[in-house]
């Protein structure tokens, strides 16, 4: 029995010793939130802010200028910031930070990407505890500013940030898409332009601009080049096309539905149009509002917050002044199947709070989050492109009012185009919707947009595009952006990712230490016998 109490100890010591290893490099996450009962105003708290500003000055200065203004209220809070030009790279950082411990203590983010966060433990704060605080929540009694209350925010907005059975962000600023119109090239080709468009409507319209002369001209610009209808994000183009005609793309439990019937009949409308030039996209063509604005689209869909690069009078230009073409724009929502009850997706940043080990750390991020939705810094960043505020506080205000009465007084703050995309998104807000949030969510975004990318891209090439087509598309991204695992009904195993270092570390550790233990118990048990048979 000796050799194998050895090796049990030798068992235990080594086991004892890489899981001391895994505690000192792993992590078992923090310890969940819980809100101080007062605000300890005597400590310095340095927080970061990680926010995406699209090289705007004009951001850039409000986030500044909010900063300063928050500290002059609460002067021993420091808030660093740190700008993105892109959401992708904010969540690409946090992800990283998340494994080193080291994320921002506030981020502009969007809820798929805080979906993938909480895949850590604990590491993004819950904010329904805190929206309710007597003292520090929304409308709180001891809030150093006025800030709005929890019904003051646009309900369908904050809907937006409760996923998972939790509120895990603060809409920050709202958009939708808008279809930026060349009004002039629309009724030269002999067409008035509807209220409301219709799918139908913008495929016939930019079909009849193809007709070219014997030069190659095309008739309606008088330029060779011409496409007549650009979309800017094709995952947004393809989440709404299923949801005007009510088909799958997911549920909230993560079930993937999007390869269905439906989406291969929208894909064969795409292709037929890409076919004849009539359709591209910008991954593939560029910027929509180039085009529009040099007379070579008709229909450009962008975001309402993209309203100032649309127009031959637009504030933010791409193209040359020699290029640009006069026309008059006008701003419509996207397409619609059914044009009596339109459909459009909201988007746009929200706010989160990342935990720290220290939860007055965490109630001075939440503090500063509250002030980004200030009547001061909603209106401000508003006025800057064709974002709405998120607070009834602010819409209501006389001095947003006032705003949006004036457009086309000017060519900058008050841009005639910005102020329509504007008032596109306030006169819809009830007719907005949002994609499930869940772990994969992003991932399920890309591959929408992927599928139109793709048969794009293939009927250039001079591909055939046919159900075997189709069927092989589906695999293809279906595995490209690994939702094979729950395509089409309840998730089949689940995609855990890869192990942490220290537990692949851990486990190559015990299998060794195993290995040696029989390989001694081994050893022991032969040399027993050998003495056995000499004794005997």
């Known amino acids: 029995m000796r050799p194998m109490r050895k090796a049990i ?115 993004v ?38 996923f998972q059975e939790h509120y895990y962000a603060l809409p920050f600023m709202r958009s939708t898409e808008a279809c930026y119109i060349n009004k002039t090239y629309v009724e030269k ?32 610009n008088g330029q060779q080049v011409l496409i007549p209808f650009i979309y800017k ?27 269905n019937d439906t989406a291969a009949a929208l894909l064969y409308t795409i292709a037929e149009h890409a076919e004849t030039g009539a359709f591209s996209t910008f991954k593939i063509s560029s910027y929509p509002a180039n085009f529009l604005n040099a007379g070579q689209c008709i229909f450009a869909v962008d975001s309402t917050a993209g309203a100032t690069w649309m127009g031959t009078h637009a504030p933010l230009l791409d193209i040359s002044a020699e290029a640009l073409v006069e026309f008059e724009t006008e701003v419509r929502p996207v397409p619609q199947t059914d044009p009596e009850n339109p459909v459009m997706i909201s988007q746009g940043p929200s706010v989160c709070i990342f935990n720290k080990a220290d939860p007055q750390e965490v109630l001075a991020s939440w503090l500063f989050t509250q002030y980004l939705l200030t009547n001061d810094v909603q209106i401000a960043y508003a006025e800057t492109e064709g974002y709405v ?24 703050l008050h841009y005639d185009v910005k102020l329509k995309a504007s008032r596109l998104l306030l006169e819809h807000t009830d007719h907005t919707f949002v994609t499930p949030v869940f772990n994969g969510s992003a991932s399920l975004r890309d591959a929408a947009g992927q599928l139109i990318e793709n048969v794009t891209k293939s009927v250039r090439r001079k591909e055939t595009i046919d159900d075997a087509y189709l069927e ?42 195993w290995a040696v233990i029989i390989l001694y118990v081994g050893l022991e048990t032969l040399k027993t016998r050998k003495t056995r048979h000499n004794t005997h």
């Not at 505020?389 to 900058?412: I, M």
């Open 125 to 162: 704060v819950p904010l329904e505890g805190l929206f309710a605080d007597e003292k520090y929540g929304l409308g709180g009694s001891d809030v150093r500013f006025d800030g709005p209350a929890r019904e003051e925010i646009i309900p369908q907005f904050l809907e937006e940030c409760a």
């Open 472 to 513: 092989n598309l589906f695999h293809d991204v279906s595995a490209l952006y690994r939702l094979d695992q729950n395509r089409g009904g309840a998730m089949e195993r689940a995609d855990l990712g890869k192990l942490p270092r220290t537990a692949v570390l851990l486990l190559a550790a015990l299998g060794v230490t």
């Open 9 to 123: 100890t030798l068992l235990l010591l080594a086991a004892g010793c890489l899981l001391s290893l895994a505690g000192c490099h792993g992590s078992r996450g923090l310890d969940a939130f819980a809100i101080p009962e007062a605000f300890d105003t005597t400590r310095e708290y340095q927080i970061t802010f990680w926010a995406k500003n699209d090289t705007n000055k004009a951001q850039t200065d409000i986030y500044k200028k909010a900063i300063a203004d928050f500290e002059s209220l609460y002067p021993n809070i420091t808030v660093n910031l740190r700008l993105y030009t892109d959401y992708g790279r904010i969540y690409n950082d946090v992800i990283t930070n998340i494994a080193t411990g080291t994320t921002p203590n506030v981020c502009i983010t969007y809820p798929d990407h805080i979906a993938t966060y909480l895949t850590g433990i604990n590491t």
């Open 389 to 412: 505020p998120v607070t009834s506080k602010a819409q209501d205000s006389a001095e947003y009012q006032d705003y949006l009465s004036r457009g086309g007084e000017d060519n900058q």
């Open 233 to 259: 994000s094709t995952d947004n183009m393809m989440i709404q096309l299923l949801r005007q005609q009510n088909a799958g793309y997911s549920t909230d439990a993560g079930e993937i539905l999007i390869f």
């Open 189 to 220: 080709l002999g067409y008035s332009l509807p209220e409301v468009l219709t799918w139908d409507f913008v495929w016939e319209v930019s079909e009849a601009a193809m007709e070219q002369d014997s030069q190659g001209n095309y008739l309606v």
